[in-house]
């Protein structure tokens, strides 16, 4: 993808005292290359009207990875972190820690959005700024069988965002030279967050330990949207959220736990439309067991989940650029299972499997594939982007050197296993990702000193065809997507100093 990415990072550590720790760190990146490469799934069905005027002579292909293309494909992304990290250890039992980060991130992209060599409809420059400061104290100690923690924090963040859409100029159904500039969206949202929240855990016996936690948060948001107050308002919300938790030592290498915790994911205002959509809640339970044997050689770990969403945001995809959030109801139970065996001091493997069962209890949609738009119930339906299954697997040999300036030679491969799953919220086959099985592999050449490293890999090497998201794309009658990369080799050289 002809793609850029620069990164650098520095960090330091000062120690002013024996009980006072500062950590800084900042770091900066830049992503340039080419973007967003829709690709045509199924043939257009050219509706009719003025699309057919553009659709009829375009060319197209349904191969993945490949696109016929009239507009830029171009896109630029820079993000800036900076965090503060000071620890003060107050007394033998008592210790403070604040944490100060700062985000200055900002994307722009171009790409056309139809998948064809005909113009029609190509989203151009559009621009996501965001700037966040975040503050966290915490006070945290142990008193007997308690150990405790108590804290407060803020955040505050300007986010914008601006999609603008190129589309031919028609006139009397007629199309014309000059493109004519949409802006499908344009929406400024400002937030500060409040929190103060508590954990405790205490132990009632050598073995047994509960553990509460309560989390109470504010939140506020103000809208612009294009260029003023929206008049869908703004949102001032409250929220307390509680956990409660159980770990029982079974013996020293075998611990048991169980926990409930309540969560939030903050609402919103579309993007394209003056309406707000609801906070997203979570009830979260977790049964599970997490254990070391053959003297700590394997180490094998489950979980059984459960999960009940209330006014899950559910995000549609709306070519050529916009998106609606839905909310409803949603359950979910899975079993996750993972083990890992040091089989020798060079040869490693692990291994894991994930069952799961996901519907929607309460979801209203619109089909955009039928005339109309109708208004769809998917309750019973299944979630997108939930396989039933998936399991991976994967074998480290680190065969030892010692000659001259080669330390050691690093053989890994991995492999991934997922059941078939939808993409979008209506189950058009053309957006069901198939079972697939993926292998990336990788050589790693290390020095002596282990500073210098000459890694050669391959990823997806049996070239697999995966398809990442797609959507009904109305003006054309088809469906377009985004695949994974396909079979891709290639070298690297670090250096530690």
Not at 142 to 167: C, H, K, M, N, R
Not at 372 to 400: M, Q
């Amino acid at each position: 993808g002809d793609q850029d990415l620069w990164h650098a990072r520095g960090a330091l550590k000062i120690e002013p005292s024996d009980n006072v720790t500062i950590d800084l760190s900042v770091q900066h990146e830049e992503d340039t290359g080419n973007f967003g490469w829709q690709s045509v799934v199924s043939e257009p069905f050219v509706v009719a009207g003025t699309a057919a005027l553009f659709m009829t002579n375009a060319n197209f292909t349904t191969t993945p990875n490949q696109v016929y293309a009239d507009g830029d494909h171009s896109g630029n992304a820079e993000t800036t972190i900076a965090i503060a990290r000071v620890n003060w250890d107050v007394s033998e039992t008592v210790s403070f820690r604040s944490i100060t980060g700062y985000v200055d991130h900002e994307i722009d992209n171009s790409f056309d959005a139809d998948g064809t060599n005909f113009f029609f409809a190509d989203l151009t420059g559009s621009s996501r700024p965001s700037q966040s400061f975040s503050q966290e104290f915490n006070l945290y100690g142990q008193t007997g069988a308690l150990d405790w923690l108590i804290g407060a924090y803020y955040f505050s963040e300007e986010f914008e965002l601006g999609l603008p859409v190129e589309f031919p100029g028609v006139l009397f159904g007629v199309p014309t030279v000059p493109r004519l500039e949409v802006i499908a969206g344009d929406l400024v949202e400002d937030t500060e967050s409040y929190a103060a929240f508590a954990d405790v855990t205490y132990a009632l016996t050598e073995r047994l330990r509960i553990n509460a936690g309560l989390r109470f948060n504010a939140e506020e948001k103000e809208f612009t949207f294009f260029g003023a107050p929206s008049p869908a308002g703004n949102i001032d919300s409250e929220d307390v959220l509680p956990k409660l938790g159980m770990q029982f030592d079974v013996s020293n290498n075998v611990n048991v736990y169980a926990n409930w915790q309540k969560g939030i994911k903050s609402g919103g205002h579309q993007l394209s439309l003056p309406q707000l959509f609801d906070s997203e809640e979570l009830d979260a339970y977790e049964l599970g067991i997490k254990s070391q044997w053959m003297n700590g050689a394997l180490t094998a770990n489950a979980a059984l989940f459960s999960y009940d969403y209330t006014n899950l945001q559910a995000t549609i995809t709306i070519p050529p650029a916009t998106t609606l959030v839905e909310n409803g109801d949603a359950e979910l139970i899975g079993l996750e299972g993972e083990l890992i065996y040091a089989a020798t001091d060079n040869i490693a493997f692990n291994m894991g499997v994930s069952l799961l069962d996901t519907e929607y209890t309460d979801l209203i949609t619109t089909d955009q594939a039928l005339p109309g738009t109708p208004a769809v119930d998917l309750t019973g339906e299944e979630l997108i982007r939930a396989p039933e299954f998936t399991a991976n697997f994967g074998a480290e040999w680190n065969i030892p050197i010692n000659s001259g300036f080669l330390g050691s030679v690093r053989l890994r491969g991995d492999v991934f296993h997922s059941a078939d799953y939808k993409l979008a919220f209506i189950d058009y086959p053309e957006l069901r990702q198939s079972e697939y099985t993926n292998i990336n592999l990788s050589a790693t050449l290390t020095d002596t000193s282990g500073n210098y490293q000459l890694r050669a890999f391959v990823n997806n090497a049996t070239d697999e065809i995966i398809l990442n998201n797609g959507s009904y794309l109305a003006s054309s009658g088809g469906f377009i997507g985004i695949h994974s990369a396909p079979r891709t080799a290639g070298v690297s050289l670090s250096a530690k100093f």
